[in-house]
């Protein structure tokens, strides 16, 4: 195989990039990512490299970076490295390997958007893509993971141009050309799975059939146009199993019991936000109110409805607001404060609406805080009698859990003065004895 041919030929059949953009090369040192590095050189390409230092391996990780940096020299590219801690310290629970793949890309994302890049490739290849379709093979992860690694990704934007290329003939390549590149020995244990396929599953596939490399290449292609069809069938199928609330992804639950496998038809919904089919069929059975995790999504279970929502909840950390703040951010929340007179016999404002609340000034202790409420939070409801508990407040008011989850309070002292995006404590409100008036303006985004 003419690799440089080839690698040219696939760039341009799958329109993955165009002679004027410049790619961010995400570079480990192994043999693939350096034979990457060599034909978007060969190919005129402009391209900077990127390497993450995962720490795991000690001495042999800091070679690793060393080595790419040299790499990047010789090509006289901008070189970008990272040093990362992988324990989760979150309440997922995320193995090492998930861990840093969130870490890896949350940094291509920041690298690309600081720099220019039009997109960030990594040196996946069809060996990987026949490695991952046994490993979802093994899960259950239905057609969406038998299809394989994606050849393009929108966010962050992710182009794997080495698909084409079979491992031998990247090794072939590289010593044809006399390239250095670097060992991960951690490659040759057996304490992944993929390890264990690599060293035992496909010799024994290839001994069946010599061609098995070119038949899984036609498979998972097939698979893909079968997703893609599928796809297609959902959305004509189950239109509003696709609406869109604000940031959240709707599907309600009388549309999926039309079909015949509504749990199945679920995970094919969920499987574009990196849901399983496990978790698919334990939000169909679950209570409402249950949640499920998957990388920077959360599932959540809510009476006839599924809930797909970007995991950012709110960091317990309380931000204070003095007398003189105009503008605060807190969050997808953006806050607006400002005071006025109120003239003497004026109409009393309207107390609030979605966006817009006003309180009584001279009541408010400043600085105020602004927090994520709590549970065991309560305050006294704009025109309703006595205290309720904010939970129950935002239950009655039917909210959603994950909505829940995004609210803040407005504290005066150590009492609750408004319910951000919701209401104000009656004990604030504003009277016609009101000398001044503090408005706030809440918006999203």
Request: charged share 30%; glycine share 6%; with cysteine.
């Amino acid at each position: 195989m003419n690799l440089e041919k080839k690698f040219k030929e696939f760039a341009t059949e799958k329109k993955l990039f165009s002679k004027a953009d410049s790619i961010l090369l995400a570079v480990s040192g192994g043999v693939d990512s350096v034979v990457m590095a060599e034909l978007f050189s060969k190919a005129g390409i402009s391209f900077g490299i990127a390497h993450c230092n995962f720490q795991l391996r000690g001495d042999e990780s800091d070679a690793d970076e060393k080595f790419v940096r040299k790499l990047a020299g010789k090509y006289d590219v901008p070189f970008f490295t990272k040093r990362f801690e992988t324990k989760d310290k979150g309440k997922q629970k995320l193995s090492v390997q998930e861990r840093a793949r969130k870490q890896r890309y949350e940094w291509f994302a920041e690298l690309i958007e600081e720099n220019g890049y039009s997109y960030v490739a990594t040196a996946h290849h069809l060996n990987d893509v026949i490695e991952t379709f046994f490993i979802n093979l093994l899960r259950g992860t239905g057609i969406s993971g038998l299809r394989g690694i994606p050849m393009k990704l929108k966010s962050p934007p992710v182009i794997r141009p080495m698909l084409f290329a079979k491992k031998e003939d990247i090794e072939k390549y590289a010593s044809e050309n006399n390239l250095s590149f670097r060992l991960d020995h951690s490659n040759e244990t057996e304490l992944y799975l993929r390890n264990k396929l690599r060293h035992h599953l496909m010799p024994v596939l290839l001994q069946l059939n010599p061609q098995f490399e070119k038949v899984m290449e036609r498979n998972v292609r097939n698979l893909a146009f079968a997703e893609e069809m599928m796809k297609a069938q959902l959305i004509r199928k189950f239109p509003g199993s696709k609406k869109k609330s604000g940031d959240h992804l709707i599907i309600e639950r009388d549309e999926l019991e039309t079909s015949e496998y509504p749990a199945e038809t679920l995970m094919a919904i969920l499987q574009a936000y990196g849901f399983n089919s496990s978790q698919a069929e334990g939000a169909w059975n679950a209570q409402t109110g249950s949640q499920f995790f998957a990388g920077d999504y959360i599932l959540t279970s809510d009476r006839r409805q599924f809930i797909v929502a970007k995991n950012d909840v709110p960091s317990k950390v309380s931000i204070p607001v003095s007398s003189k703040d105009k503008k605060i951010s807190v969050a997808k929340l953006r806050l607006k404060l400002y005071s006025k007179q109120r003239k003497a016999g004026s109409p009393v404002p309207g107390s609030e609406s979605k966006n817009n609340f006003v309180l009584d000034r001279r009541l408010l202790d400043f600085p105020l805080e602004i927090r994520p409420w709590k549970h065991g939070d309560s305050f006294y409801p704009l025109g309703m009698k006595g205290r309720k508990k904010i939970s129950d407040f935002l239950t009655d008011r039917k909210v959603s859990r994950p909505d829940k989850e995004k609210t803040y309070v407005l504290l005066s002292g150590d009492k609750i003065a408004c319910v951000l995006g919701h209401r104000i404590d009656e004990r604030y409100k504003v009277t016609s004895q009101t000398k001044e008036i503090y408005q706030i303006e809440v918006t999203n985004g």
